[in-house]
């Protein structure tokens, strides 16, 4: 039936980059023939960190009425207190966080939390007014760009380019450019940036803190990749928040992505209001990752098994990564790939591109190599603002097995190696 719809029906129903990345990652996991599925956020199945779950699955399964109480009880909107309570514990101890179970809030899934925190915080408002969520390093996550119930949403702040060797590059705020107006209402940052895997210093996180401070607005952190777990950030990083802070954390790159739990950490004000939104959207969330979860947290386990076993994973995927695409791009392409410092991908540059990254992306996939470009990632822009580099990047996961990666990069330096030769 051909239904009119409205604002919102068309903001969410008419098809996204995160929709498309998502379609072609299901397809690919889904048996695919032939699929290199070098495009998602699927995390890898870290072989430790898989046993870890079918331990605890088992542990639960044993446990009389374990599994009634997971599967067949609703929890709280904010998520089981048990829970929460042991990430407060945690948090406190480890970290000094002035923090109760009360400063917690589970969504189902990051992607959700951050619907629930961009649409309260930003948008109309009851005095005619509107705001917005400043972006103050674009590129930035692809899932963030359909999530406003509404248009112009987001006001981003192109990054600095920085060349820092032959064939790397590193994006930079540009802290001249950051000067958040009346208008603004959060200013919001992925650490490790997604696309880039660009990780903020912590000296670039207490500045971007002092100008929200100052303009009495929340700094939004995604942490989805990032600090005190999964921990994939390949420098040394303090993990930080108070109350003039919200930070979101996601079970899913700790490898339970089919759980579908994320977290917020923010003031009790803050998590009550998206206890709220939990129960008016969708009752409650999820058991099944929070009780995996929980005695690991209960332990302190879960912060030692993201420094040992998560991020030295991934840290060795990405030298592989990069060293097969040193050895199978010609060194005469200008290419760059930005400095890896976190996250679950790679992310290329070629400057001069002789064709948009979309189209890079068409012939990838005629291939069977699936990659994401860059546009997707490039929004909250002025319409006049004319920037190549737009549409000269590529996203590249480096999380399937070695063999579906190499062969991938082989293919993306064939096309790519053949667009500046011809």
């Not at 051909?2 to 990345?21: K, P, Q, V, Y």
């Not at 998520?79 to 948090?91: D, I, N, T, V």
């Not at 990780?199 to 952190?221: M, S």
């Not at 000269?392 to 990069?409: F, K, N, P, Q």
């Amino acid at each position: 039936m051909g239904w009119d719809l409205s604002t919102f029906g068309e903001n969410l129903a008419r098809g996204s980059g995160i929709g498309e990345l998502m379609d072609d990652l299901g397809e690919a996991l889904a048996g695919g023939a032939g699929v290199k599925m070098l495009g998602g956020g699927q995390p890898a199945h870290v072989p430790e960190m898989d046993k870890l779950w079918r331990k605890r699955m088992e542990e639960i399964v044993a446990e009389p009425g374990a599994v009634e109480r997971m599967l067949g009880n609703y929890d709280v909107p904010a998520g089981g207190e048990a829970f929460r309570r042991a990430l407060a514990l945690l948090f406190r101890k480890e970290f000094g966080w002035e923090v109760t179970h009360e400063n917690f809030a589970v969504t189902m899934g990051g992607q959700t939390a951050f619907f629930f925190l961009f649409n309260a915080l930003a948008g109309d408002f009851s005095d005619g007014s509107r705001r917005k969520v400043m972006l103050p390093l674009l590129p930035e996550y692809i899932g963030y760009a359909n999530q406003a119930v509404g248009a112009d949403f987001f006001e981003a702040i192109p990054a600095r380019l920085e060349k820092t060797g032959r064939h790397e590059f590193k994006y930079r705020v540009d802290f001249d450019a950051l000067k958040p107006g009346d208008d603004i209402a959060a200013i919001c940052v992925s650490r490790p940036t997604n696309p880039s895997g660009n990780v903020l210093t912590d000296a670039e996180v207490d500045r971007l803190r002092e100008i929200a401070r100052g303009r009495g607005i929340p700094l939004i952190v995604d942490g989805a990749y990032g600090a005190p777990f999964p921990g994939v950030i390949f420098s040394e990083v303090k993990p930080v928040w108070d109350e003039g802070m919200i930070l979101t954390l996601s079970l899913s790159k700790l490898g339970l992505p089919g759980t579908r739990a994320g977290i917020v950490v923010a003031s009790q004000e803050m998590c009550r209001r998206v206890a709220s939104m939990t129960s008016i959207v969708g009752l409650a969330n999820g058991n099944i990752g929070p009780e995996i979860l929980r005695p690991l947290v209960e332990s302190g386990e879960i912060l030692r098994l993201s420094r040992e076993v998560v991020k030295p994973f991934y840290e060795e995927r990405s030298r592989l990564a990069r060293a097969w695409f040193t050895r199978e791009l010609n060194d005469e392409v200008p290419y760059y790939i930005h400095k890896s410092e976190g996250a679950l991908f790679l992310w290329l540059w070629f400057e001069n591109l002789p064709i948009s990254a979309r189209e890079l992306y068409e012939r990838l996939k005629k291939r069977g190599v699936l990659v994401v470009p860059s546009e997707f990632f490039f929004f909250g822009l002025p319409e006049d603002l004319e920037w190549k580099h737009t549409q000269e990047c590529i996203r590249v996961s480096y999380t399937m097995d070695a063999e579906t990666v190499e062969g991938g990069i082989k293919v993306i330096a064939e096309e790519v190696n053949g667009l500046y030769t011809t």
